[in-house]
């Protein structure tokens, strides 16, 4: 019992600080909107998806050079369906989602399935790893391109007259405030992960199954707490920019590097299993957004579908 109570404080102090942290992140974030315009969509996707996908990319790395590529693969697949399935469900659930469609969104959205599209070369071309790896990683570079022009209009002309003196003196400041912020919230959940690991090891329940959702949540956790406290602060555009953003970023700058670098060939089990849960989750996504929004009924059934994909897998 004692055993217990240092990971259980630890995993209880995590959570807290992963709650702090969020919430300043966000504040920041509205900071830095504000300075540059930049809409909610983007800024969730250049700056919240692409720091919460720090720990994909830092398993990815030692994937390849370990030679396990296929545990990074999963990795990113997995939190692609959770992302979608928990995450953006729940923020539809709770009636945050119903109108929330925007010009950004939608081509967020786009983009994440049509990159989505580009593994099954892999599968059923037989398409070499790098090729494959190397046309993601240029999907990467065009969205990235394509999110950092979109602005949100001034509300006025004063308000444009005074944005380029505030640039300067707080742009920098407020930047680095949110990437510590980020950085925080990362950092706070590897701990909640490995506490909630050794929670689970002392306790005797079975690793095999309760220790891959672990890692399942743990990855996607800076996301679900992005969205919840987003959508707190009315910021619903934000939750979604970050939720879509990252599975953006983890199926092609995190996916293109393991293929483009790993030296073995990729199963193809791994993809044909996993894939197509990634491409049915994001065509209902796809599907709700491009009708105006995602209304309860379409969070439930994504909630539903990862149920299925954990069940299934």
Not at 157 to 179: G, S, W, Y
Not at 227 to 251: F, P, S, Y
Request: net charge neutral; aromatic share 10%.
């Amino acid at each position: 019992m004692i055993e217990l109570m240092i990971p259980a404080l630890t995993l209880f102090t995590s959570l807290g600080v992963l709650a702090v942290a969020s919430f300043f992140a966000i504040k920041y974030i509205e900071d830095f909107m504000e300075i540059t315009r930049l809409s909610e969509v983007a800024a969730g996707f250049i700056i919240l998806a692409i720091m919460t996908c720090m720990p994909e990319l830092t398993v990815a790395i030692f994937a390849v050079y370990q030679g396990t590529a296929g545990i990074s693969i999963g990795d990113i697949l997995g939190s692609h369906v959770f992302n979608i399935g928990i995450v953006v469900g729940l923020l539809a659930t709770w009636g945050s989602l119903k109108k929330c469609s925007t010009a950004s969104l939608v081509e967020l959205i786009d983009l994440l399935f049509i990159a989505s599209l580009i593994p099954l070369l892999l599968v059923a071309f037989k398409i070499a790893n790098p090729i494959v790896g190397i046309a993601l990683i240029v999907t990467f570079a065009f969205s990235f391109y394509r999110m950092s022009k979109k602005r949100s209009p001034p509300t006025s002309d004063d308000v444009e007259e005074k944005l380029p003196r505030r640039n300067k003196r707080r742009t920098f400041t407020i930047l680095v405030a949110t990437l510590a912020a980020t950085a925080l919230v990362v950092l706070a959940a590897r701990f909640v992960i490995l506490s909630a690991y050794e929670i689970v090891k002392l306790a005797g329940i079975s690793q095999s199954e309760i220790g891959a959702k672990i890692v399942a949540v743990g990855t996607s956790l800076p996301e679900l707490a992005f969205g919840l406290i987003a959508m707190k602060r009315g910021r619903v555009h934000l939750a979604l920019g970050d939720a879509i953003g990252a599975n953006l970023t983890t199926v092609t700058l995190v996916l293109g590097l393991v293929l483009t670098f790993s030296p073995f060939m990729i199963e193809q089990m791994i993809f044909a299993e996993i894939l197509v849960f990634v491409l049915i989750m994001n065509l209902i996504l796809w599907w709700y957004l491009t009708k105006g929004g995602v209304t309860q009924v379409g969070g439930i059934i994504l909630i539903m579908m990862y149920v299925l994909f954990q069940a299934i897998l």
